[in-house]
T-cell receptor, first 116, second 112 residues
């Protein structure tokens, strides 16, 4: 399978713990996105990378959230001191072209976080 | 920034009938309007998109129409089938930003 892969698929944690999600994009895609999706809502943008550079961050991304994409390949999203409001599906997507150049987003299956 | 409103939030139609989902956007500079389908427990996947220089695009039973003056675009599914049951999201790019802003989604149910 050469699609976008995310790990872990499910994570249950206690409030206050740190969690890290990993995304492996389609290999030739230099653009990588993180979105968050809660039940009954559309994906909400969190952050965007072009190669290794983080070019945009949503104001939804508090100081507890950090994302990296070392070497412009896989990416990690870390949430520190988790809160119950962080419970959501975290979706990663990659694209070979910019959105303005009609770049389709190829989503992974997501990492579902449950904070108890 | 871009704001995308989608309605209805739920839609139930009889198999074989047509379904229409509508979205409005706020950024007049937006030039690309995709629709994604998300089946239960699955990833969102692109099903059709349209650029701002055309008014309509069709792909078999699916079509998208765009009205730039009114800043709205619609998804039309004809001859609906049970496998069309899913949540559908419209999206538009935010001006100057390399990201898509998604609508709230429409849960479409096809009744046999």
């Amino acid at each position: 399978d050469t699609g976008v892969s995310q790990d872990p698929r499910h994570k249950i944690t206690k409030r206050g713990q740190n969690v890290t999600f990993r995304c492996d994009p389609i290999s030739e895609h230099n653009r990588l996105y993180w979105y968050r999706q809660t039940l009954g809502q559309g994906p909400e943008f969190l952050t965007y990378f072009q190669n290794e550079a983080q070019l945009e961050k949503s104001r939804l991304l508090s100081d507890r959230f950090s994302a990296e994409r070392p070497k412009g390949s896989f990416s990690t999203l870390e949430i520190q001191r988790t809160e119950q409001g962080d419970s959501a599906m975290y979706l990663c997507a990659s694209s070979p072209r910019t959105v303005s150049n009609t770049g389709e987003l190829f989503f992974g299956e997501g990492s579902r976080l449950t904070v108890l | 920034g871009e704001n995308v409103e989608q309605h209805p939030s739920t839609l139930s139609v009889q198999e074989g009938d047509s379904a229409v989902i509508k979205c409005t956007y706020s950024d007049s500079a937006s030039n690309y309007f995709p629709w994604y389908k998300q089946e239960l427990g699955k990833r969102p996947q692109l099903i059709i998109d349209i650029r701002s220089n055309v008014g309509e695009k069709k792909d078999q039973r699916i079509a998208v129409t765009l009205n730039k003056t009114a800043k709205h675009f619609s998804l039309h599914i004809t001859e609906t089938q049970p496998e069309d049951s899913a949540v559908y999201f419209c999206a538009a790019p935010r001006q100057g930003a390399q990201k898509l802003v998604f609508g709230q989604g429409t849960r479409l149910t096809i009744n046999p």
